[in-house]
């Protein structure tokens, strides 16, 4: 069963603007982490947070975590052009070696 | 530096044929490594994982299979290809609670 579910599916935002996407998954995890994948290509990781962290930080990406609530969020500021891709969070289950995927949220960013 | 390699990128192959995907790693020792497929447009779902040489874990059912003869060597196998396994293939390899470093994926069509 998918662990990690991302809303929006879809995002389109003007060149400039913040874009917030937000991740909700089902059992308790080690840490939650986020990848972003141009079309066709392989993912790329983006940022790690562990449960016992809220915030993390890195460049224009900021990434906030609520266990209590069993959620995520990715955001992205002052977004440009070369942002537009899908974005995925993935999850341990804990006690496991794997990470599940969510479905992922497709943003468009127009110049 | 790690680098993963797998190959080939694009594959058309016909119905009822075999299947072989290669992926190896460099530059580290005993990664867990992963298969993942991906249909279009969609998010990624785990085939198989490794924690070790001659170790595989099978997460779905399904018409392939997965070896891992050598620490840094994984293979995606299938002795009778159905149009249904048609997508995009991403090999990964991570360490414990770490990040995965994902291949550039081969887009795979069963004609």
């Known amino acids: 069963s998918q662990q990690g579910e991302e809303d929006p599916q879809a995002l389109s935002i003007q060149e400039g603007e913040n874009a917030t996407m937000n991740c909700s998954y089902k059992?308790?995890?080690?840490?939650l982490q986020w990848y972003r994948q141009n079309s066709g290509r392989g993912l790329v990781h983006l940022i790690l947070?562990?449960?016992?962290?809220r915030e993390k930080h890195s460049g224009r990406l900021r990434v906030t975590l609520d266990t209590s609530k069993k959620s995520s969020s990715l955001l992205i500021t002052a977004s440009r052009a070369a942002d537009t891709a899908s974005y995925f969070c993935?999850?341990?289950?804990?006690?496991?070696?794997?990470?599940?995927f969510g479905t992922g949220t497709r943003l468009k960013v127009l110049a | 530096s790690q680098t993963i390699h797998q190959w080939p990128a694009t594959l058309v192959q016909p119905v009822g044929s075999p299947l072989s995907l290669e992926c190896t790693v460099e530059?580290?020792?005993?990664?867990?490594l992963y298969w993942y497929r991906q249909a279009a447009g969609r998010g990624l779902q785990l085939l198989f994982y490794?924690?070790?040489?001659?170790?595989i874990s099978s997460e779905v059912p399904q018409n392939l299979s997965a070896s891992r003869p050598q620490d840094r060597q994984f293979i995606l196998s299938s002795k009778k290809l159905l149009l249904s396994d048609s997508g995009f293939y991403l090999c990964?390899?991570?360490?414990?609670?770490?990040?995965?470093?994902f291949g550039s994926g081969t887009r795979l069509t069963v004609v």
């Open positions: 490794s924690v070790g040489i001659g170790q």
């Open positions: 947070i562990r449960s016992n962290e």
């Open positions: 993935a999850t341990d289950a804990w006690g496991t070696y794997k990470y599940i």
């Open positions: 530059g580290t020792s005993n990664p867990n």
């Open positions: 059992t308790s995890i080690n840490n």
């Open positions: 990964a390899w991570s360490v414990i609670q770490g990040g995965y470093t």
